[in-house]
């Protein structure tokens, strides 16, 4: 009845991450990437969150980035000097998979949380290197704005690997 790949659990990993935006000319354009070195080398599979229930990357059976957002931290009050961003998944041997993305920032607004597209990520989280970017359309804050990133990705794990989290 217990197969080897059905999912147990689900365990929440959480995270964030802070890049600084320079500041710019009316006219400058911040296209591509924002720079959160941090959150484009992160591996799941040695998140604490997995290490503390012994899961390993054989054990997920699914992930899904369920949370993404962004915060203006200081400088600008808001993130209204951007204007679309898409957060791509990628790795060796698999397409880029669009996960995220937000097309408002509103003025007034030092939040903004990104919608999600519950696509499952699990063979670029267990493969050997999982990049994550980021393509932004905006124009540089009038001042070095610190944007904060903050994500939480929900991790299904197998009955195996919870039967091994018993031993």
């Given at each position: 009845v217990l197969g080897c790949d059905v999912t147990l659990t689900e365990i929440a990993v959480s995270g964030?991450?802070?890049?600084?935006?320079e500041q710019g000319t009316i006219v400058e354009d911040l296209v591509g990437e924002l720079g959160f070195s941090d959150f484009v080398t992160m591996d799941l599979t040695t998140a604490e969150e997995l290490q503390n229930q012994n899961v390993k990357p054989g054990d997920i059976s699914s992930a899904v980035l369920t949370d993404f957002g962004l915060e203006a931290v200081s400088g600008a009050d808001d993130l209204s000097f951007m204007e679309s961003m898409d957060l791509s998944v990628e790795a060796e041997s698999l397409p880029a998979l669009r996960i995220a993305f937000a097309t408002?920032?509103?003025a007034g607004e030092a939040t903004v949380?990104?919608?999600t597209t519950g696509s499952d990520i699990t063979n670029y989280v267990?493969?050997?290197a999982m990049?994550?970017?980021t393509d932004v359309t905006a124009h540089r804050p009038e001042e070095d704005?610190?944007?904060r990133a903050y994500w939480t990705v929900t991790v299904g794990v197998t009955t195996q690997?919870?039967?091994s989290?018993?031993?």
């Open positions: 964030d991450t802070k890049t600084t935006v408002a920032f509103p949380d990104f919608q267990t493969s050997r990049t994550l970017g704005t610190v944007v690997g919870a039967v989290n018993l031993d």
